[in-house]
């Protein structure tokens, strides 16, 4: 067995004050399963993956039914396809199991399926368990998470909610515990997890490498001495491996007995209301948290440090309010919540702060009527002269932007301006023509190895994957007698061999290609286009697409971001995107089909999707209007799925994005449509 590098020789779970929050998170989630697990961001060469494989080392060992598949507890075996178990049942101890679940895993690998061999030998249909069954009382590891395919995803999602995973597949019917701690690692410059999963996460910390030169020479020491000498490496810390494991069976031991308080309970409450979080799991799990650590810190009852400990890893990741914001968490807001003062006890209950009326005054309390507060004043003055500021700034605003239009207007002059952007909604599904073969996703339809069964084919160039073993079986069935079977195993040939023919979605390439010239300038219509554009990044991002962005104003276009998972980045340079000048159409397009074929020659399975952004007009250069079509007609040339979103407004159009998207072979679709509300009432008003 590969000696694993000593969770107590990490440089940060070792510190002086305790444990670091990455150490600290791992440590109260197996002290208290039911705290949901912990994700781990951060950049690579942060030790994410070393710490979490060392923490199954220090975690107290376990006793289970023996020779049970399911690791059932034998003081309640629960669900067990190996049951039932009587009183008297064998029992050994064995140690925490640490299962990984490679981010290209099978959907048969993690349910598990048919025992292949068996069925083959014996022609009996039996169970194989998979990693979720292996994963039962232990820890579910996935490196890169955000890299999950969503089949996958939304197996992880099941079992988490539920506690058991059910298999109906292949003549197999079983039903079993499925209880883990779920850890996940990823690095945010490679994509975002999906929501749905991120919330599934009890904890979130994000990691960064130290800045300390003498902390990072205390990484590479370390590192480079486990490299020379593993086993005389981990002896070193053997003592230390000890006593945390000791110190972790404690807590266990006494988070049973650890005493939430009802002060306690409505301190974390409103903390949770402070920080706007969706639904009620973040007060849960922020309560179970606080408890945990109370039992880590040897306390029989949850103390404000606790609360305040349990927010800093429960929240952030549950208090995103606007698609691609970086999660993160206020803490002087959590201070100022939370207060200097300890939680009173059960017994001696706060006073009611209304006692008589709704000002919490009564008609003789004259002494507690209110005083106004000097700071309040203050405060309040202040208040107003950002108002007038704000005025004064909104007024500037607008003289700005008489002046964009007029320069924009007189033509020429590259007075360029940059607009925020409004509220994301809800886009329209866009989809690539025809069937690929791509990366599994949830755009496009694609015949994919991990996508829904549809039938079995013979294998072919075309058609090859996992074999369809019922397919299999019941192709060689009718010609056993023929083969002189009378009894045993099965007789096959390969003309009986199946495999599955799946259908899901793919991702897609999604390419925007965004007209930022002068006509798109004006504050409240570039706004409008950031936004859609916006929108559909975040579509992108849900799924699971590559995204790129071209740029073109003035006499050129550029690549504002290569092709990249990370749909943050995209959306960071769309803020910071100016708008002025010409309209160079020719060359947005044609960057575009330079970007589009240098990327199918990277990777030629993953099908592309141009969306083009424009009002249509092209007045950059000699015969602009002649060159834009030449250009589309490249495009269309080459088989491009291309949607143009029309930013033409206004009572009098001319309809000049309509004309682009005939010669692209393009879906014209008018901005105001791109919204999946919207065109449902399009829809409505037609019929």
Known sequence: ???????????????????????????????????????????????????????????PPIDVVAGDRFSSDPRDPGLSPDGPFGPDAPVETRPVRLVELPVGATEDRVLGSLHLERALSEGKAEYEPGLLARAHRGILYVDEVNLLHDHLVDLLLDAAAMGR???????VSVEHAARFVLVGTMNPEEGELRPQLLDRFGLTVEVAAPRDPALRAEVVRRRMAYDADPAAFAERYADAEAALRGRIADAQALVGVVRLTDAGLLKIAEVCAAFDVDGLRADIVTARTAVAHAAWSGRTEVTLDDIRVAATLALPHRRRRKPFDAPGLDEDLLDQVLGDEELPPDDDPEPDPQPDGPDGAGPDDAGDAPVDDPADETANSTDQTDNSTDETANSADQTANSADQTANSAGGTDNSTVAGTGSTYRTRLLTVRGVGTGTAGRRSRARTSNGRRIGAAVPTGDHSGAIHL??????????????????????????DLRVAVREGRESNLVLFCVDASGSM??????????????????????????????????????????????????AQRLEELPAGGRTPLAEGLLEAAHLLAVEHTRDPQRRPLLVVVTDGRATAGADAVARSRMAAGVLAGAGITAVVVDCESGPMRMGLAATLAEHLGAEHVPIGEVSAEALLDVTRRAA
Request: proline residues 6%; glycine residues 10%; without cysteine.
């Open 470 to 495: 019922t397919e299999t079986i019941r192709a060689a069935a009718p010609h056993q007698g023929a083969r002189g079977r009378t009894a045993g195993q099965l007789v096959l040939r390969a003309q």
């Open 1 to 59: 067995m590969t000696q694993q590098f000593p969770f107590s020789a990490v440089v940060g779970a070792d510190g002086p004050d305790g444990p670091d929050p990455m150490a600290l998170a791992l440590l109260l989630t197996t002290i208290a399963p039911d705290v949901g697990g912990v994700l781990v961001r951060g950049e690579k060469g942060t030790a994410k993956s070393t710490i979490v494989r060392a923490l199954a080392a220090v975690l």
């Open 165 to 171: 995973s059910t298999v109906e597949r292949d003549g």
């Open 521 to 570: 300038a004006a504050r409240k219509r570039m706004e409008q286009v950031k936004t859609a554009v916006l929108s559909l990044l975040l579509d992108a991002y849900q799924r699971r697409d590559k995204v790129g962005l071209v740029t073109f104003r003035g006499t050129t276009a550029e690549v504002a971001l290569p092709p990249t998972h990370s749909v943050d980045a995209a």
